[in-house]
């Protein structure tokens, strides 16, 4: 008795299909595995007999064979045990055979026959649109997650008794259907907002055209001045995400088990803030069998560093090939998986180990040995890929007391929004999205100079020593601040406002 069950398994951030083939034959009783499962698949058999016993099905006491194919890829995790015990009442006869288009199952099965959630239903029901499938049959928790992409029929299931009548015919089933609109409706609602902030005004300006553009920011103050508090205010201006970039969060989301029960979209952009203590891995992403870091899950969202300089040295070095290409390469011996990492990154420090280097009422403690050695964690090529550098300074009382709310997040977004479109229309039919992102030949397209501005690039260049990729990103920056202002030709004050968010380069020299 031969059955064959269509499931998939993740590689990345995709799926590919995995045919699941059960082989049940005359001999001594026995549950064997093959296709390079790993720990979790050969735990299967155990969870998969009971769950068929405890369902009220009689478990075939014969040889059992089943067969992972593709054979040549490892596989792990726990969502094969519904496509093997499908496969286990086919070919003992207890479902019929199907002779139209078959389904795709994943799952994880309880010992008494429930089906539990499993990571990945998002990217699977992605590439389940390419496979010759009539639906995708997935546990109950993870049928929102599935059905957010149209062109397969996603069934949501609670238990193995439940999916055998379905599949006899004896209890029909509706495909589950997920409100897009009110997804992105319900992410618009920030739970903070700029208004909330007092002073600070330039930190504020700093961080609407880091928004507009996409660039990444450094915020360097005393302890209390308000830095953690702009950072995680900074969602509340960023532009709204297209479906297909919501999409490509999801799948990285899902495949890390990270999605939240009610939401089956990651409709907001992400804010990720690891501790200061994280590993290489954790950030960037690995492990033996290799998963995402946080690098990624910050993709096409923010990825906040408080406590910069806190952070181990070879940590933050890892950090220079994802902001440079948005992308983590993670090589292995038996493969080589690439993530998507095009973060915006937005970092917090303290300008020494006391934090207290130039405060206007509490004096510094540290020596310079010790600055030397604690801004020395920060190296230039890391530095250079960092677009703005702002101070924040102590916040005066008379701000503090001010009755009058601040201007809104609304208000700053809808700047950002305008400069947002601009940047749509000038690289519509490219593989850029915002001007932090332009390659060298549109760098050189859209940002030119009239001869005031040259000069002004001449002498700044040549006098404070900028390299090569700093001198791109000023262009950069001050092409931002020419959107904001609805402005075709970089001005003069355009790129002296970009030039003084580098403040860190002039100290250095």
Known sequence: MLARVLSGALLGIDAYPVEVEVDISQGLPQFATVGLPEGAVKESKDRVKSAIKNSGYEFPVRR?????????IKKDGAAFDLPMAIGILTATGVIGERSETPLAFLGELSLDGRIKPVRGALPLAVAARQWPVAGLVLPEENAREGSIVDGVPV???????????????AQPLEPCRVDVGALFQRAGVADVDFAEVRGQEHVKRAMEVAAAGQHNLLMIGPPGSGKTMLARRLPSILSAQSFDEALETTKIHSIMGMLPGQDALVACRPFRSPHHTISDAGLIGGGSMPRPGEVSLAHNGVLFLDELLEFKKNVLEMLRQPLEDGQVTISRATSTLTYPARFMLVAATNPCPCGYLGDSLQSCSCTPLMIQRYRSRLSGPLLDRIDLHVEVPRIAHRDLADPVDAESSAAIRARVEQARDLQRQRFDGTATTCNAHMTTRQLRRFCTLDKEGEQLMEMVTDRLGYSARTYSRILKVARTIADLAGEEHIRRAHLAEAIQYRSLDRKET
């Open 64 to 72: 059992i064979t089943i067969n992972l194919a593709p054979a040549g």
């Open 155 to 169: 069934y949501g299931v609670r238990d193995l008794g439940q999916l055998v009548d379905f599949l006899n015919g």
